[in-house]
């Protein structure tokens, strides 16, 4: 047993200080406070639709959070009952035990369920007189993933065992008085509770609006960019040609892996374009002004790029160069619309041969016709761009916001300001 850890920040919350009241903070370990138990094996194909709720260490990391009261599987009772298998009952923590990284492991869930839930053999169930909720948030913590660390054995797959888990220390505010305890336990619950609320309604809402704007400008650029389709070299106010007749489109070049880097720096200061995107940074460079790139290799191949500046170009990407009066921003929204991944080859390699490619019809507008359609879709871009750069950094900042309110809640104040010593025992 020890007192309260340090923290990285000293700053601690005044509700927290009021909570307490005066009361103590004492850091026991979950050995002494509860009791853990293995799950036992079952596999994925043992996994039905309906019967008896199960939960696969996979599924930790994809499907479950801070808490569940339904399972995602489920296994028959026969199955259940023959290989005698283990259940967490409602209150238990179900603590994920094996991963194919150390920051994988470690963290719980809290089993609310009325109907007990079968573990698998990677996981432990923890019961103990705690707040399963406060258990779990706490298993997210960096605290505990700093305790739990040197516990860990690594190997193909990371693995920890019931005895490091024993050692890990949780802080229990006003241990001597349980009840007391459980109220702030559950009040920290509460307010962590709300935090995962309103990072979860920030993350639909932002995503509802980038999916409607998205809508929004694929309407618009199917309007302004579909063109009655003739077979005469004519239609309405666009003429219709080959892809090769007014654009040079040609593969670009091979270079050794070897040569290019990750990352930009003073000697390799180009992009380079491979079929899906920028594959790095290179010394030279093979083409310089406006292009348009076509991915020609890949499950991604007809992807559609543009770029202006100096770039190299592998023999993954075709590069397209506009001639005549063609407006390359326009080119750009038309050859998108066009799907070109539609032409691809057939094969396990999916590829688009650039002679096929020259052979596509396009309708050509008129010059000024072209700077309008550019005029409406880029303004539509920047307003979907914008959006979708500025989504993830807003809800990363939210995450990160969560991430430090709930490292401090469940830190606690430090009356004799001493860094939390682990003792291995």
């Known amino acids: 047993m020890s007192k309260a850890p340090s923290t990285n920040d000293n700053r601690h919350l005044p509700f927290i200080e009021k909570l307490l ?18 799950g036992k094996r079952f596999v994925k194909k043992d996994m039905i639709s309906e019967g008896t709720p199960c939960i696969h260490y996979g599924e930790m990391y994809t499907h479950y959070g801070i808490w569940a009261d339904q399972s995602k599987s489920f296994l028959s009772e026969e199955l259940v009952e023959s290989k005698k298998l283990r259940i967490a009952e409602k209150g238990d923590v179900v603590i994920v035990a094996a991963g194919e990284t150390i920051e994988d492991i470690g963290m719980g869930t809290a089993w609310l369920g009325e109907e007990g839930v079968v573990i698998h053999d990677a996981c432990f169930s923890y019961r103990s007189p705690l707040n399963p909720k406060y258990i779990a948030f706490f298993s997210r913590t960096r605290e505990f993933h700093d305790q739990i660390r040197r516990h860990i054995s690594s190997g193909k797959i990371s693995a920890i065992n019931s005895k490091g888990l024993s050692k890990v220390e949780i802080p229990i505010p006003c241990p001597n008085d349980p009840e007391r305890s459980l109220q702030i336990q559950q009040e920290i619950v509460r307010i962590l509770d709300t935090f995962t609320e309103l990072t979860a309604e920030l993350t639909a809402e932002l995503t509802a609006e980038l999916t409607a704007r998205q809508k929004q400008y694929a309407y618009y650029r199917e309007r302004l960019l579909s063109f009655e389709t003739t077979n005469d070299t004519k239609g309405t106010n666009v003429v219709w040609k080959a892809l090769g007749e007014v654009f040079d489109m040609r593969a670009g070049q091979h270079i050794p892996s070897s040569k290019i880097s990750p990352s930009f720096d003073n ?72 799907n070109l991944n539609q032409y691809a080859s057939q094969s396990a390699q999916p590829g688009l041969a650039v002679g096929k490619l020259k052979k596509l019809k396009i309708p050509i507008p008129f010059p000024e016709e072209q700077a309008r359609i550019v005029s409406i879709l880029d303004k539509f871009d920047v307003l979907t761009t914008s959006i979708s750069d500025g989504l993830p950094r807003e809800i990363e900042l939210r995450e990160k916001q969560y991430e430090y309110y709930r490292d401090l809640l469940l830190s606690f104040p430090n009356t004799d300001h001493e860094p939390h010593e682990r003792h291995e025992n």
């Open 21 to 38: 009241e005066g009361g103590e903070v004492e850091w026991k370990a979950l050995g002494e406070i509860g009791e853990f138990q293995r």
């Open 267 to 338: 000697v390799n200061a180009f992009p380079c374009f491979g079929g899906n995107g920028i594959r790095g940074y290179v010394a030279k460079h093979s083409h310089n002004g406006e292009h348009l790139l076509i991915g020609r290799q890949g499950a991604l191949c007809g992807n559609v790029q543009r770029f202006k500046g100096m770039f190299y170009a592998t023999e993954h990407a075709v590069v397209v160069t506009a001639k005549d009066d063609i407006n390359i921003d326009w080119a750009f929204h038309m050859l998108t619309v066009m």
